[in-house]
């Protein structure tokens, strides 16, 4: 028999819940904290998803200040990069270890710490190391998060929670831009840190009041070759992925890179397979639905990683829209997100997860194709329509893939869940930016554009990036008709 076997996560046989601290002083895991408790983590995750948009707008300002080149700031962005890589792989660990409640709150003050020393940087070196703090908290504000929620609610609820709990990371993209322009052009810039501490007063003092600290009664060692593997592994792929094509590293050296992240990662999967406890549980894979949250939800994910990258790009630079034109249409994507929510539950009752994932996926690749009709003359109504449109159906194929990931994986493996989920989807939405500009490039190269975009190069990109999205639906047509029905609700 397995190891996985043996642990509970597959069978009949279900594994005891974590406990919760006797002392910890918030309510037991109950259903009225339902909507509560996703609330609370999104007040963290918003606060980390406005931060990385909000600080993209404001570095030629930020440049300015410090008396360095622009480019040079992009360490800036890739320095948070690589503090997440390094440091998500232990979240699940570390929640297990100390509680839930006590990671959560202690990763949002690390995150607000880290923003204390971005606004007060006077230099280069000082700024990067504050932006690496700030990744520290982020790593593991995201898995906790959804830990915290996974284990602090009923297995019914998880839908309608993670439908809400994905909120924050449609918004903070969309008004981050805004945001930052405003705080750059009327205030200062070392505002758009200093902004995250009443915020993160806020989710500490929620997360006091209404999470509980549950967490493991024993905790096995640390796998520190395989923190250390997964770690190399991902800040190499990750990085690799993210400088590829933007001049950020030698490209020798970037090729290079990403193939120490993928050496790295074949030596952990070795070593994940044979270890008692590792720290990412690979045998999670094992499971149907887990697998297929994974595998089709990274390959749906570059879709919409590219998504951020490619559409203001277009309006921009080959529309020739303004910035606060360009965020005006983006924006209503993120109006269709927010219409769905009330619904995932019901359709995911009515339709089940197999039904919802796969032909929830062809039509939000659709949508997404539909871009490549756009021209600078399409009526802006019509653009509307159809990012609202699309919106709608992929925040429910979001919301699909995050909770029937965890339909079978057992309590005891929940935090392993969260921290191999988390790795994924980082990876997945850096190799969706790093596609999308790599089609764009080789396009332009060959309409011979020049150096300027035009409205032609972007169809190749969002074909390409479209079809390898379109492609997640092999993983999920192998789902059984009455997959995830515990937490669809749907009859068997």
């Not at 971005?118 to 000082?126: K, Y």
């Not at 044979?274 to 994910?301: C, N, Q, Y």
């Not at 559409?311 to 965020?327: D, E, N, Y």
Request: hydrophobic fraction near 55%; charged fraction near 10%; proline fraction near 6%.
């Amino acid at each position: 028999m397995s190891q996985l076997e043996a642990s509970g996560a597959v069978g009949d046989e279900r594994p005891t819940a974590p406990s919760a601290d006797a002392d910890a002083g918030a309510p037991a895991p109950t259903a009225k904290f339902a909507m509560i408790t996703p609330l609370v983590v999104a007040t963290a995750l918003f606060m980390e998803n406005l931060d990385s948009t909000v600080l993209s707008t404001s570095l030629p300002a930020i440049a300015s200040d410090l008396h360095e080149d622009p480019v040079a700031l992009k360490l800036a962005l890739t320095a948070y990069l690589l503090s997440l890589a390094i440091f998500i792989p232990a979240s699940g660990w570390t929640a297990d270890r100390f509680g839930a409640r006590k990671v959560f709150r202690a990763a949002i003050l690390v995150f607000a710490i880290g923003s204390i020393l971005c606004g007060l940087s006077s230099t280069l070196p000082e700024f990067v190391a504050a932006r690496m703090i700030q990744g520290m908290g982020g790593a593991m504000m995201t898995p906790v998060g959804r830990l915290v929620l996974l284990r602090s609610i009923p297995r019914s609820e998880i839908v309608r929670a993670l439908a809400w709990l994905t909120v924050p990371a449609l918004i903070g993209p969309v008004i981050g831009p805004p945001v930052g322009g405003f705080i750059t052009t009327y205030l200062h810039w070392r505002w758009i840190f200093w902004i995250n501490i009443p915020i993160s007063v806020l989710g500490v003092s929620l997360a006091t009041m209404f999470i509980p600290n549950v967490r493991e009664e024993e905790t096995p060692p640390l796998d520190v070759v395989g923190f250390v593997l997964v770690g190399v592994s991902m800040a190499s792929l990750i990085f690799g992925f993210s400088a590829a094509g933007r001049g950020v590293i030698a490209g020798s050296l970037d090729a290079a890179l990403i193939a120490l992240g993928f050496v790295c990662l074949a030596a952990y999967v070795r070593h994940a397979l044979r270890a008692e406890h590792p720290i990412l549980d690979l045998r999670l894979l094992k499971l149907p639905t887990f697998r297929a949250s994974v595998g089709g939800g990274f390959l749906f994910r570059i879709g919409i990683g590219a998504t951020p990258f490619l559409l203001p790009l277009m309006f921009q630079m080959a529309f020739g829209l303004t910035p606060f034109q360009s965020g005006s249409l983006t924006f209503v994507s993120t109006l269709g997100a927010m219409l769905m929510k009330p619904t995932a539950g019901p359709i995911l009752k009515h339709l089940g997860f197999r039904n919802v994932l796969v032909f929830n996926a062809l039509l939000s690749t659709l949508f997404f194709l539909a871009n490549c009709l756009f021209q600078a003359s399409t009526p802006h109504i019509v653009i509307i329509c159809v990012l609202l449109a699309g919106g709608f159906f992929r925040s429910l194929e979001f919301t699909a893939i995050n909770a029937v990931a965890y339909a079978e994986v057992p309590d005891k493996l929940m935090s392993h869940g969260t921290s191999l989920s988390a790795v994924g989807q980082q990876l997945s939405l850096s190799v969706g930016v790093t596609l999308g500009a790599a089609a764009l490039e080789f396009a332009r190269s060959h309409n011979g554009s020049g150096s300027a975009l035009t409205t032609a190069d972007f169809t190749p990109a969002f074909l390409v990036v479209g079809l390898v999205s379109a492609a997640s639906v092999l993983f999920f047509m192998r789902l059984s008709p009455d997959a995830g029905a515990e937490i669809s609700g749907r009859r068997r």
